[in-house]
T-cell receptor, first 111, second 115 residues
Framework: EDQVTQSPEALRLQEGESSSLNCSYT??????LFWYRQDPGKGPEFLFT???AGEEKEKERLKATLTKKESFLHITAPKPEDSATYLC????????????FGTGTLLAVQP | GAGVSQTPSNKVTEKGKYVELRCDPI?????LYWYRQSLGQGPEFLIY????????DSGLPNDRFFAVRPEGSVSTLKIQRTERGDSAVYLC?????????????FGEGSRLTVL
């Protein structure tokens, strides 16, 4: 069964304190791994798509990387406005078009 | 509007009642998805439309749930005989090119509370 596990469940950082979020996945034939950001009371907002091991994507203070078993979202010198829940999702190699989401990491960045 | 619009934003109903949730996707987006998100959980897939047809409804939990998209634009998620376990935020998303990019544009959701 396809599975996505995110860790930690919650992370509290001081402003400027870099860290990484983890997304481990089990899927038969990965057709993409996706990172989304979700603010309270809002829908998820797309950040990145990764397709193959070794691939990296960057956007401002965020960098996403992918291996054959997991993905990392690195946050460099975070600011309070980076506080949100970060969701990881995968699409499997079957005929379905659905995304399977993890439970997310709740990030709080304190000034 | 520029984004995905969902109505109502909040719905409180009693157990056993019928509920409709509406989604107005981004203009021109052919793909539309419904997800359900419970507190502290990630979104859970319900159904995917490509145009007017339901291309994948494998996530609908049972036959009390039904969704339509008659003209390939607005979609309605219908829940019959609501149960307390149906309480959640129902998210709608649209995209321009199927799921190939994984870039879905989500609405803010409809929060359903079943008393």
């Amino acid at each position: 069964e396809d599975q996505v596990t995110q860790s930690p469940e919650a992370l509290r950082l001081q402003e400027g304190e870099s860290s990484s979020l983890n997304c481990s996945y089990t899927v038969s034939g990965l057709r993409g791994l996706f990172w989304y950001r979700q603010d309270p009371g809002k829908g998820p907002e797309f950040l990145f798509t990764l397709y193959s091991a070794g691939e990296e994507k960057e956007k401002e203070r965020l960098k996403a990387t992918l291996t054959k078993k997991e993905s990392f979202l690195h946050i460099t010198a975070p600011k309070p406005e980076d506080s949100a829940t970060y969701l990881c999702a995968v699409r499997d190699g079957g005929a379905t078009n659905k995304l399977i989401f993890g439970t997310g990491t709740l990030l709080a960045v304190q000034p | 509007g520029a984004g995905v619009s969902q109505t109502p934003s909040n719905k409180v109903t009693e157990k056993g009642k019928y509920v409709e949730l509406r989604c107005d996707p981004i203009s021109g987006h052919t793909a539309l998805y419904w997800y359900r998100q419970s507190l502290g959980q990630g979104p859970e897939f319900l159904i995917y439309f490509q145009g007017t047809g339901a291309a994948d409804d494998s996530g609908l939990p049972n036959d009390r749930f039904f969704a339509v998209r008659p003209e390939g634009s607005v979609s309605t998620l219908k829940i019959q005989r609501t149960e307390r376990g149906d309480s959640a935020v129902y998210l709608c998303a649209s995209s321009s090119g199927g799921v190939n990019t994984g870039e879905l544009f989500f609405g803010e959701g409809s929060r359903l509370t079943v008393l």
